[in-house]
């Protein structure tokens, strides 16, 4: 991806949760978001089930709704699956560098942390 990606319309990959780091998800089964700006809606997946929701976005401040997901149950990722359900939940700031963003909760501290995908 050559230009800076915007937070809305970019596919997000997840690459940590907190101090941990997420990777080796096939493409099919990474966690990852999409913020839609015209009806403020998410979409991605857990790495194993897909959600989907509402966020609320003004200025540096982003919060996620309730979200929704299918209810499927997979050998792996799981318990990663449950922890970046946790840190959307916690988000209420963010901030886009270079390739990457990151949520960060009320106290500033970084939940999560996603890569910006080229899909084209």
């Given at each position: 991806?050559?230009?800076?990606?915007?937070?809305?319309?970019?596919?997000?990959?997840?690459?940590?949760?907190?101090?941990?780091?997420?990777?080796?998800?096939?493409?099919?089964?990474?966690?990852?978001?999409?913020?839609?700006?015209?009806?403020?809606?998410?979409?991605?997946?857990?790495?194993?089930?897909?959600?989907?929701?509402?966020?609320?976005?003004?200025?540096?401040?982003?919060?996620?709704?309730?979200?929704?997901?299918?209810?499927?149950?997979?050998i792996d990722g799981m318990e990663t699956e449950g922890a970046f359900l946790a840190a959307l939940a916690q988000a209420s700031g963010w901030a886009v560098t270079g390739q990457e963003l990151a949520l960060l909760d009320a106290?500033?501290?970084?939940?999560?942390?996603?890569?910006?995908?080229?899909?084209?």
């Amino acid at each position: 991806m050559s230009s800076t990606p915007t937070l809305e319309n970019t596919y997000w990959k997840l690459t940590r949760l907190g101090d941990a780091a997420i990777g080796g998800a096939s493409a099919d089964r990474e966690p990852h978001v999409i913020l839609h700006p015209d009806d403020r809606s998410v979409s991605g997946s857990g790495g194993c089930n897909r959600l989907a929701g509402g966020y609320e976005l003004s200025s540096e401040l982003l919060t996620f709704g309730r979200l929704a997901t299918t209810m499927m149950a997979c050998i792996d990722g799981m318990e990663t699956e449950g922890a970046f359900l946790a840190a959307l939940a916690q988000a209420s700031g963010w901030a886009v560098t270079g390739q990457e963003l990151a949520l960060l909760d009320a106290a500033g501290t970084e939940v999560a942390r996603f890569e910006a995908v080229d899909l084209r």
